[in-house]
């Protein structure tokens, strides 16, 4: 091969190793992007039917319920204006707490949150910045501009 | 009045600091050796000050000094003295003073061990670490004071996140900010070499140790995070591909990409220009990841409420440095000419496909982390983009890179046959395939996911092909050089790394269940049996302590415990995980809550080959030391 050739075969092989991988990775986005609405957007329609998605809000005081003994649990989440009920089997986090902020991941299914995965963060003061902005315009007092610094590095 | 001193030492570090920078760049510039001098010897003076007023932080947390805003946000009087200490970078404006203490003692080191290089050359690298500082250090003064007082003192302190109350957190960010600060080593020494226009195989031989430094910490701080998470925060996930994850392994992938790139610079004299970007992407991405993390811009466990003018000043800071360093590539690159060429089948090749495929990973992984700030910024939705895209776009460059890492590791410089080495590595790649089946149909009975026999006989291949160098020469009774036997360790620990994570992704067993005591429950051949709580005092929490009994099937194993703290000042509940380890598998148990019926919640977990994930990271590092120990990187003849 003349250097020219070989120059020629080397950027032939990098653009389409670097097509390649755009492609996998368009089509990883695809299927990943995980779309966030809050409980006013779910009940105006506005989120994906049969996709998953994330919901986030309060958890409302005194709505948790279990059958004593029973890992599935059903509470509410709102943002004050409307609110979506959830449901979820499984362990909760630690910081999960009636009255406290909360995203879920999940999917809807006749009107109901089914959740496989909820969210609380470390911080009993933190407010996951989605749910502190759609709760801006429904309920600014709850949301304090920011918490004290408090993280981990 | 210690804080006082504190900050006293903070701005007097800030001063000198722009002192190193002035002189050694100025004094470079215009060849002034007396002004050189004056930048070396501020270096020393930066680090006293900052040291001094790391020290002068330390004191406060540890005297209990609650008039100090800081010390009262994340400290308590019945904290432990280690968490005392520890919570100096617990938060964020301690943590900056770490950054800066870091940032001063990789200055100290460059100035102590370079009297190989020339005046000059020395004096532009301090010079520009001495601008990095005074950047973090205004940064630290300007928004974020540790020192501020609080008025009036509060009289109990708000105690330290009970998360970070951790051996494990002791450690974990020094190192990683080790790392992470350590790449502007290699970030000076690629704008020094653009000023100087001085970019040749003594450069790159240089900036090789730095650079390996850098990266052994860096694994390390990864490593040691991953495993925090595991038992900490994680109920058994050792990697959520969280933004600040993230944003500590794109600096980690675009610096191992450096260290082998810088290799060939060093060898052959060729990839100068792409050494010296990749050095100024690694120190960017070290930035950006302190700015994702420091911003609160993205959501993520680490990120929590933060000040919005501290992310602005961080991006300020990464502005200036990125669209500095490469400006002045623009300008200077085309003088920065390789020359030479290799063949197809060469080492060359294997390494630009290896900085290639690390690369790409990278930035499928920023696009990944920043999406979700694109899609904000343009209204178009608040999303987040979830582990699986992260898993495909992480596992299609890898997985040939691993593959080709162990066949590339026996190239030869220049010109390309592997005819010594292609009877040995067909075998080893034969028994790796063997050795996989063997794996996944005798020890797990079950094939697992499409990549498992894949990344097993990788996994294995790596380690074999790793093993082929310190065999053959031990069989010889020959000494290996540092440098090589560091290479054999350092892939010999991708190998397990390989093997840790297709073992644990591949044959994991995750079940949650609701068990009154006495009652039991069964995952991978393990009976757990629920023996009930107890309640337990600790220093400054109280827990709930549950007991199991295992069973491998006849035979009975330590009992395990796991408890749910509640720490008495914040009242943040925090599960801890009782985890047995042996050498194939960890078993996991976390206690969940109080179900009512006297039943509990818990999450039984069966993690096949976990440890090898860390064992793997630690022997990378190992192999980092070793081969920073070597002879050629200790000459201090001067090159003129």
Redesign the interface.
């Known amino acids: 091969m003349t250097?020219r050739q070989?120059r020629i075969?080397w950027v032939v092989a990098?653009l389409a190793?670097?097509g390649?991988?755009a492609l996998?990775?368009v089509?990883?986005?695809d299927?990943?992007?995980?779309?966030?609405f809050d409980p006013s957007q779910v009940q105006a329609g506005l989120a994906p039917k049969g996709k998953s998605f994330?919901i986030g809000g309060m958890v409302t005081k005194g709505s948790v319920m279990?059958a004593?003994?029973?890992?599935e649990v059903r509470f509410v989440v709102t943002d004050f204006a409307h609110s979506v009920p959830v449901r979820y089997?499984?362990?909760?986090p630690?910081?999960f707490r009636e009255g406290q902020g909360v995203i879920a991941h999940g999917r809807l299914q006749n009107g109901e949150f089914m959740a496989d995965e909820v969210l609380a963060?470390?911080?009993?003061?933190?407010?996951?910045?989605?749910v502190a902005q759609s709760l801006k315009a429904s309920a600014p007092a709850l949301v304090t501009p920011?918490?004290?610094?408090?993280?981990?590095? | 009045m210690i804080p006082e001193l504190g900050t006293l030492a903070l701005v007097l570090a800030l001063l000198l600091a722009a002192m190193q920078a002035f002189f050694g760049l100025a004094g470079a510039h215009w060849q002034q050796a007396a002004w050189m001098q004056v930048a070396r010897s501020s270096v020393l003076a930066v680090w006293l000050a900052v040291a001094a007023s790391f020290t002068a932080l330390t004191l406060s947390l540890v005297q209990h000094d609650f008039s100090v805003a800081y010390v009262a946000q994340n400290s308590n009087s019945a904290l432990p003295l280690l968490y005392r200490v520890a919570a100096v970078w617990g938060a964020h404006e301690g943590s900056l003073l770490l950054w800066a203490l870091m940032l001063a003692s990789w200055a100290l080191l460059v100035a102590l061990f370079s009297r190989g290089l020339p005046a000059d050359f020395r004096a532009r690298v301090l010079g520009v670490l001495g601008l990095i500082s005074v950047g973090f250090l205004s940064f630290t003064l300007l928004t974020s004071n540790p020192f501020a007082r609080l008025i009036p003192a509060a009289l109990e302190g708000a105690d330290l996140n009970p998360i970070l109350q951790d051996p494990a957190l002791a450690i974990h960010p020094p190192m990683l900010y080790m790392g992470y600060v350590g790449t502007a080593v290699a970030f000076a020494f690629a704008v020094a070499a653009m000023l100087s226009g001085q970019l040749d195989t003594a450069w790159a031989r240089w900036t090789r140790p730095w650079t390996l430094a850098a990266w052994v910490c860096l694994t390390l701080g990864i490593a040691l995070g991953s495993w925090w998470a595991y038992y900490e925060l994680g109920w058994g996930g050792w990697w959520f591909w969280d933004p600040v994850e993230n944003a500590s392994f794109m600096p980690w992938l675009v610096t191992t990409a450096l260290i082998h790139s810088l290799a060939v610079t060093e060898k052959r004299g060729l990839f100068k220009q792409w050494t010296v970007l990749l050095a100024i992407f690694a120190f960017s991405l070290s930035l950006l990841g302190t700015f994702l993390v420091r911003s609160g811009v993205l959501v993520s466990v680490h990120a929590f409420a933060a000040d919005p003018s501290r992310g602005l000043f961080v991006l300020a800071l990464l502005i200036f440095f990125i669209v500095g360093a490469l400006t002045l590539y623009a300008f200077r690159a085309s003088s920065l000419q390789s020359e030479g060429g290799f063949a197809v089948v060469s080492r060359e090749s294997f390494l630009l496909l290896n900085n290639a495929l690390l690369v790409a990973a990278a930035g499928l992984i920023l696009v990944g982390t920043l999406w979700p700030l694109v899609m904000d910024a343009l209204k178009l939705g608040k999303i987040s983009v979830g582990p699986p895209y992260f898993n495909v776009v992480f596992l299609v460059p890898t997985v040939p890179l691993v593959l080709l890492m162990s066949v590339g590791m026996h190239a030869s410089w220049k010109r390309g046959h592997l005819n010594l080495y292609a009877k040995r590595l067909t075998l080893i790649a034969v028994l790796s395939v063997l050795g996989a089946l063997l794996i996944a149909l005798a020890a797990y009975h079950r094939p697992g996911l499409p990549l498992t026999l894949l990344g097993f006989s990788a996994g294995l291949l790596a380690i074999g092909s790793s093993l082929i160098d310190p065999w053959a020469q031990w069989r010889r009774g020959q000494a290996l050089p540092q440098a090589v036997l560091g290479r054999a360790i350092a892939h010999l620990g991708i190998g397990l790394l390989v093997m840790g994570i297709t073992g644990v992704a591949s044959y994991t067993v995750e079940r949650d269940v609701s068990l009154a005591v006495g009652e039991s429950a069964e995952i991978a051949g393990y009976r757990f049996t629920f023996q009930g709580t107890q309640p337990v005092e600790g220093p400054n929490y109280h827990a709930i302590e549950g007991r199991f009994q295992v069973h491998e099937g006849e035979r009975t194993l330590p009992d395990l415990t796991t408890q749910k703290r509640t720490y008495r000042v914040q009242q943040n509940p925090m599960t801890q995980a009782g985890i047995a380890v042996a050498w194939n598998r960890d078993l996991f148990v976390a206690l969940g809550e109080d179900l009512g019926g006297s039943k509990w919640s818990m999450r039984l977990q069966y993690k096949p080959l976990v440890r090898y994930l860390w064992i793997g990271a630690l022997v990378m590092a190992l192999g980092g030391l070793i081969a920073l120990s070597d002879r050629r990187y200790r000459r201090q003849t001067v090159i003129p």
């Not at chain 1, 004593?68 to 890992?71: F, I």
């Open positions: 250097p070989r075969t990098i190793g670097v390649l991988a996998v990775a089509k990883a986005f299927n990943n992007l995980l779309y966030f994330r279990r004593p003994g029973s890992l089997t499984g362990l909760l630690d910081l963060k470390h911080d009993e003061k933190y407010m996951p910045p989605e920011y918490a004290p610094s408090r993280d981990t590095p």
